[in-house]
């Protein structure tokens, strides 16, 4: 992990750096928690230091996740201070999501870097269709649907969103404008469901990637680097507010257009590396 000099490492910290305030905007603006844009840029940091090819997805996606705690947790408290956060519905999933996320932890301890990155188009792109080319009649349901499909979502929820390295935004999002739900009000629900999905995650990833530590860069937890993790924490945790607050000043359609736009280009970056 030397090959790199000092110049280097000090443009990856500043990479890392702008990355951060970047998670941190799209966390408070779309209720996400940053890992879409966390994710490809620590997948090719990582490349750059060292981490073999078969390792990189899953040290993106737990470093992620670790990220996304203070970011969640900060980007959530400002919207529920809003009152837009639908809690009823956020204390029926806590559990199915929390299960999923576990369920999605294991997986990542032997799954292939190709099933990470597939998940990631997959959701990225069908919601970027529903938000960029959807129609008031595109709906699943007038509402989000009881017991038992409530918990299924939220298992659904906290696999996909561990395997992408995400705070469970894009599939919230997803599932509630599918449900007549409005998008602010998803965007603040889905900042609460990143809660419930990165704090287990995180540790998760820790689990799943102790065996592999001689493999990986100096400070790292299982799949998790705390030296990348450190870098981006701070610019993240203090630009979520921002976001937060832009969210309920933008026009509701331009907050959807950007977000697909956003999920299509990332989405695209995966499927070009799979090729």
């Given at each position: 992990m030397g090959g790199i000099g000092m110049m280097e490492w000090a443009e990856l910290a500043g990479v890392l750096l702008g990355a951060g305030a970047l998670s941190g905007l799209l966390a408070g603006l779309f209720g996400v928690g940053g890992g879409a844009v966390m994710v490809p840029v620590l997948y090719q940091l990582f490349?750059?230091?060292?981490?073999?090819?078969?390792?990189?997805?899953?040290?993106?996606?737990?470093?992620?996740?670790?990220?996304?705690?203070?970011?969640?947790?900060?980007?959530?408290?400002?919207?529920?201070?809003?009152?837009?956060?639908?809690?009823?519905?956020?204390?029926?999933?806590?559990?199915?999501?929390?299960?999923?996320?576990?369920?999605?932890?294991?997986?990542?301890?032997?799954?292939?870097?190709?099933?990470?990155?597939?998940?990631?188009?997959?959701?990225?792109?069908?919601?970027?269709?529903?938000?960029?080319?959807?129609?008031?009649?595109?709906?699943?349901?007038?509402?989000?649907?009881?017991?038992?499909?409530?918990?299924?979502?939220?298992?659904?929820?906290?696999?996909?969103?561990?395997?992408?390295?995400?705070?469970?935004?894009?599939?919230?999002?997803?599932?509630?404008?599918?449900?007549?739900?409005?998008?602010?009000?998803?965007?603040?629900?889905?900042?609460?469901?990143?809660?419930?999905?990165?704090?287990?995650?995180?540790?998760?990833?820790?689990?799943?990637?102790?065996?592999?530590?001689?493999?990986?860069?100096?400070?790292?937890?299982?799949?998790?680097?705390?030296?990348?993790?450190?870098?981006?924490?701070?610019?993240?945790?203090?630009?979520?507010?921002?976001?937060?607050?832009?969210?309920?000043?933008?026009?509701?359609?331009?907050?959807?257009?950007?977000?697909?736009?956003?999920?299509?280009?990332?989405?695209?970056?995966?499927?070009?590396?799979?090729?």
């Amino acid at each position: 992990m030397g090959g790199i000099g000092m110049m280097e490492w000090a443009e990856l910290a500043g990479v890392l750096l702008g990355a951060g305030a970047l998670s941190g905007l799209l966390a408070g603006l779309f209720g996400v928690g940053g890992g879409a844009v966390m994710v490809p840029v620590l997948y090719q940091l990582f490349g750059v230091v060292g981490v073999p090819e078969e390792l990189k997805m899953q040290l993106a996606v737990g470093t992620s996740l670790a990220v996304i705690v203070p970011t969640s947790i900060r980007s959530f408290l400002a919207h529920r201070a809003r009152g837009a956060v639908d809690e009823a519905l956020l204390r029926a999933w806590a559990l199915p999501i929390v299960g999923g996320v576990v369920i999605g932890s294991w997986l990542a301890s032997f799954a292939p870097p190709a099933v990470f990155k597939l998940v990631f188009v997959l959701v990225a792109w069908v919601t970027a269709a529903k938000l960029g080319f959807g129609k008031a009649s595109w709906k699943l349901a007038d509402d989000v649907p009881g017991e038992p499909w409530r918990a299924v979502i939220g298992v659904v929820t906290g696999v996909l969103s561990a395997l992408m390295g995400i705070g469970g935004g894009s599939i919230v999002n997803l599932v509630m404008s599918f449900c007549n739900r409005p998008i602010l009000q998803s965007v603040a629900t889905a900042s609460g469901v990143g809660v419930l999905i990165s704090i287990p995650g995180a540790i998760g990833f820790m689990a799943a990637g102790w065996s592999r530590t001689a493999l990986l860069p100096p400070l790292s937890i299982g799949f998790v680097s705390l030296i990348g993790a450190a870098l981006i924490m701070p610019t993240s945790v203090f630009v979520a507010p921002i976001g937060a607050r832009l969210a309920h000043r933008l026009d509701k359609r331009t907050l959807e257009i950007v977000f697909a736009l956003f999920l299509g280009v990332m989405g695209l970056r995966f499927v070009v590396s799979l090729v």
